[in-house]
């Protein structure tokens, strides 16, 4: 069983951040739509796993703005991975959800859609506004690799460039 990243608490400031970016990029999800999917429909070829998401975590749920394969749409925020995910600078990865302490009893890996595995990329904007994740899932477990992280990460830097190109498109 590995769970690799370290927590951290969100203070006020930065979860209202947080939302108001969050807010205002689900409101242009359309135009960030091709360019999103794209780096899904990568991700989950090159790690050859049914599901890959761009999951942005508002106050109460998780919304997926683009995904490949079997995706959630939208999901109460304590049920999500992704969730655990952003409260961290690093990667989460989770081998077998179903022997891990924080996500063994979660209703996303006792019942459909049955979820083992998953690695998740905090998605931080200008550096420090946790919006959430690119993650990866399947539900059978498997191993992740140090290049495996730096090829996730590297995709993940792709999905900040366009939120960014998004927010201030002169640059």
Same mark, same amino acid.
Do not use: K, W
């Given at each position: 069983m590995?769970?690799?990243?370290?927590?951290?608490?969100? #203070?006020?400031?930065?979860?209202? /951040?947080? /939302?108001? $970016?969050?807010?205002k990029i689900l409101k242009q999800r359309e135009a960030l739509q091709p360019l999103l999917a794209s780096v899904c429909d990568q991700a989950r070829h090159r790690f050859g796993v049914p599901s890959a998401m761009v999951n942005l975590i508002d106050d109460?749920?998780? $919304?997926?703005? /683009?995904?490949?394969?079997? $995706?959630? #749409? $939208?999901i109460p925020r304590q049920r999500s991975f992704c969730n655990t995910t952003i409260r961290s600078d690093v990667p989460l990865i989770v081998e077998d959800a179903s022997e891990h302490a924080a996500f063994k009893d979660n209703p996303l890996v006792t019942g459909p859609p049955y979820i083992r595995f998953y690695a998740g990329v905090p998605l931080l904007f200008m550096r420090e506004v946790?919006?959430?994740?690119?993650?990866?899932?399947d539900q059978k477990r498997r191993h992740f690799s140090r290049g495996d992280i730096a090829e996730l990460e590297e995709l993940a830097d792709q999905v900040i460039s366009g939120i960014a190109h998004a927010q201030f498109p002169s640059f």
């Open positions: 590995v769970a690799r990243g370290s927590c951290c608490r969100m #203070d006020r400031q930065e979860m209202s /951040a947080r /939302a108001a $970016v969050v807010s109460h749920r998780q $919304v997926t703005v /683009a995904g490949s394969g079997h $995706v959630l #749409d $939208v946790r919006l959430g994740a690119l993650c990866i899932c």
